[in-house]
């Protein structure tokens, strides 16, 4: 059995990324468990609350990935680039910073994302690359997941409706569940 640990970007409630994350468990063959974090309740990262008091919120998302073979962003992306939200989770993870080669060295990572723009989230998926560098990560290429116009994938309970789209996250958590 692989375990991925897998967290969504966005904070909105009828967000695509959600929908999107939600949609790749309901694909997720047999062998793999997608344990779902949340970031919600999160404070923005602070040097002064992380000495004063570490928050249990960081330190279940920091075991939830210990715990896990591979990590799975999924991503929106904002001003091009990565949503701040997604950013302070994984900063919080690194705390303290004797904790990233436990937390992250070569830990197995997918990226994908959805967007109702015409770009889907290229721009964020090639943003989050220095990041996993900086922490010793393995991105999975073999397989992209850039779903634009997301709106035309869902219905309005947030219910992935596109047999493709579904086929399409069939191959990828088959892929990177190969990868791990």
Known sequence: MKTIFALSGSLRKGSFNTAL???LVAAAPQDVAINVGSIRELPLYDFDVEVANFPKSAQD???GLINAQGLLLVTPEYNNSVPGVLKNAIDWMTRPSADIARVFRNKPVAIMGASDGPGGTR????AWLPVFRTLGMRPYYGSTLYMDRASNYF???GNLLDDKMKERLQKFVDGFRDFI
């Open 61 to 63: 998302l920091k075991e």
């Open 21 to 23: 994350l939600r949609a």
């Open 123 to 126: 721009l964020s998926q090639s």
């Open 155 to 157: 219905d309005a309970n």
